[in-house]
């Protein structure tokens, strides 16, 4: 070998070693708010049960298997002719051996999987379930309570954040508005696809209180990855307590120019309960109770005056946005300084 072959031979496998310590060190996080391996609910527990026996038997599998390739391709290097290994192709017990071990391993994994298929898969029945609906949008997420009816008919819905009660089922029904999205809360549930003009159906459980992240996980254009949203679980006397702020109509505004500016504009797409006309809109989210969400725009921007002056005044710079064929996207209305700062002051107040 000559020298400057070994030296390439030698920064190949620098290379080689940089690149998986590469992928290594990406997977390390101090905080990872939609770590799979760490399940709070028993959807999300259930999966980690299957993962963790099928990872290890696959890990003993991998080097078992690479070892002894490993070995082989060492021990049988070309040397002469002469040390050739002896051929054993057509040997009719190894083929049986090593068709029966592999068949035996997958039989075995089968029963737990095919068992947790058909429990994830079934429906939670009782009168402490909660039902919500969830849907879609390019970009944000929508929630109809099922359970929660409204004086003025209808459910109650929200935007970005799902807030449930701990310790109690929550069946979800989910679909989509316009393109294929998919719903994803990592710490207590699998995935599910939100598909136009079909209801699909996932359950989760979160065991303790606490905000747990999710994002949509199915390409779904441009601001796919803006496309996130959080879950709220709070024990049930803080849920029931939020359900009944929720269900109460917006308050009136101080200044009755707001209510005009709404009314022609923001209605277009938004609903204000009790406002005016009150809207009655999906394209938008309902922002009867905007400032009781802690995040915006699909749950990219944190709910306070500063983010939500700026996205008022050039949303696309937040959030990448485009005119969709479904209906038009949050967009600059050239709104002036003082209008901006008058529908903070309200919008902020809407708790
Ligand atoms: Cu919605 Cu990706």
Sequence with gaps: MTGRNARRNLRGVWTALLTVLGLFLVACAKNAPQDTLAPVGPVAEQADNLFRPVFWIAAVVFFLVEGMLVYVMWRFRWRSDADAPKQIHGNTRLEIIWTIIPAVLLAAIAVPTVIAIFDVAEKPVGANVVHVKVIGHQWWWEYEYLDVELPGGGNLKTANELVIPTGRWVDLTVTSVDVIHSFWVPKLAGKQDAIPGKDNFIKLRADQPGVYEGQCAEYCALSHANMRLRVIAQPTADFDNWVRGQVAPAPQPADAQIVDRFLNTCFQCHTLR????????????????????????????????????????????LKPLADLPAGPTMRDYDLSQSEIDALVAYLMSLE
């Design 274 to 317: 009790g406002i005016g006309s009150g809207g009655g809109a999906t394209t938008g989210p309902d922002l009867t109770h905007f400032a009781s969400r802690s995040m915006f725009a699909g749950s990219m921007l944190e709910t306070n005056a500063r983010n939500l002056a700026a996205w008022l005044d050039n949303p696309s710079s």
